[in-house]
């Protein structure tokens, strides 16, 4: 199966650029997500990126895809303290729609 | 748009009893998908339903588990009997099609002591 890995913490100050690296073992997968969990809620979508793409651009987030090395990077600028949260990475598995979790990347933003 | 509901949103039961989770998904989506999230394993598939039949449940931990979708509306997740190695938070999420993406409820925080 998939193998999905991220780091656990990433502390950056407020108004500086925020880039969170997720690597995947599955060279199939389709569609690359990244989602945020803000403490005692749900998941929230945050963007993605379709396997045939290598950036995608919305608002404060860039999605770097890498797919030669299977590293997929969320970058948030002009981080705020409303950015403090968990990101997900979730790679989609090619031929399915099962999504793959990564550990999670703990967000701190400091002022 | 309403999006998944789940209900309850806490549980706090005691080891064997029964406890039931349940999902409505965002209206017009036709799969539907339980997770797991816990500190040790992180966010699980435990199963997913396409058109209300259970397509892929390999992530189910045992027969203690049981889930259904008697129609689009409406899924359960049971768990009897229940064990403190449960306790978890446990997701719903839907999507259009089993190609889409999938929209995440709020979850439900089980514990079971």
């Known amino acids: 199966g998939e193998d999905v890995e991220q780091s656990l913490f990433l502390s950056v100050r407020e108004g500086d650029s925020s880039v969170i690296n997720c690597t995947y073992t599955?060279?199939?997968?389709?569609?690359l997500y990244w989602y945020k969990q803000e403490p005692g809620a749900g998941l929230q979508l945050l963007t993605y990126i379709f396997s045939n793409m290598d950036m995608k651009q919305d608002q404060r987030l860039t999605v770097l895809l890498n797919k030669k090395d299977k590293h997929l990077s969320l970058r948030i600028a002009d981080t705020q303290t409303g950015d403090s949260a968990i990101y997900f990475c979730a790679p989609r598995g090619g031929g399915g729609n099962k999504l793959t979790f990564g550990t999670g990347t703990q967000l701190k933003v400091e002022l | 748009d309403a999006g998944v509901i789940q209900s309850p949103r806490h549980e706090v039961t005691e080891m064997g009893q029964e406890v039931t989770l349940r999902c409505k998904p965002i209206s017009g989506h036709n799969s539907l998908f339980w997770y797991r999230q816990t500190m040790m394993r992180g966010l699980e598939l435990l199963i997913y339903f396409n058109n209300n039949v259970p397509i892929d449940d390999s992530g189910m931990p045992e027969d203690r588990f049981s889930a259904k979708m008697p129609n689009a509306s409406f899924s359960t997740l049971k768990i009897q009997p229940s064990e403190p190695r449960d306790s978890a938070v446990y997701f719903c999420a839907s999507s259009r099609d089993n190609q889409e993406t999938q929209y995440f409820g709020p979850g439900t925080r089980l514990l079971v002591l």
């Open positions: 599955d060279s199939s997968s389709t569609y």
